[in-house]
Each structure stands twice: as structure tokens, then as C-alpha cells.
């Protein structure tokens, strides 16, 4: 149980990074960072979700575009997988 909150927590905080890169910590330029940037940080993260999770671009996430993204991220890990593989296999033995 412990894993799958870290494992959220860093799905959060590698969202918030992602949405917010680039801009400064003071998002409202008021001179110091406080409980209202996170609150810009947060909606802005919450709204790059929304959009990227809309898979079928009909204004609102639903069961629809969660298993269009499932889908997406399973043949995208499938391919990595398949890359990394194929390059093992062409990778020479090591010697002990």
C-alpha cells in the first residue's frame, strides 16, 4: 500500500513539474510564494490533465478516454519494452 501512495505522489508531483516547467515559483508576481501559487500551479496542472486525458476531445474525461489512454500507454510500454529487448539481444555477453 505504501509503494502505490509513493507511487502517486510522484505520478502528482511529476505532473505539476511537467504543466508548470518553465515558470517561475511566485506565480502571481505578489513577492513571495505562497498558498495562492500552489493553488496556480494546481489548477494549471489540473487543466493540462483534462486536456491530455480527453481523448476523444469532447470536452470532459469520462470512461471513454480513460481506456483510450490506458490503451495508448499500454502499446507505448509495449514498444519500449520490445526496443530494450531487441537491443539486450544484440548487446555482447559480458566475460566474467
Do not use: C, H
Not at 495562492?36 to 483534462?50: E, N, R, S, Y
Not at 491530455?52 to 490503451?71: R, W
Amino acid at each position: 500500500m505504501e509503494i502505490l501512495i509513493v507511487l502517486a505522489a510522484l505520478v502528482a508531483i511529476g505532473a505539476i513539474w511537467y504543466f508548470n516547467r518553465g515558470q517561475k515559483l511566485d506565480a502571481n508576481n505578489d513577492g513571495k510564494v505562497d498558498l495562492a501559487d500552489v493553488g496556480t500551479f494546481i489548477d494549471k496542472t489540473a487543466k493540462g490533465v483534462a486536456r491530455v486525458a480527453d481523448a476523444n476531445k469532447d470536452g470532459k474525461v469520462d470512461a471513454k478516454d480513460a481506456k483510450a489512454v490506458v490503451k495508448k500507454a499500454a502499446v507505448r510500454a509495449k514498444a519500449t519494452v520490445k526496443r530494450v529487448s531487441s537491443a539486450a539481444k544484440r548487446a555482447p555477453a559480458k566475460k566474467k
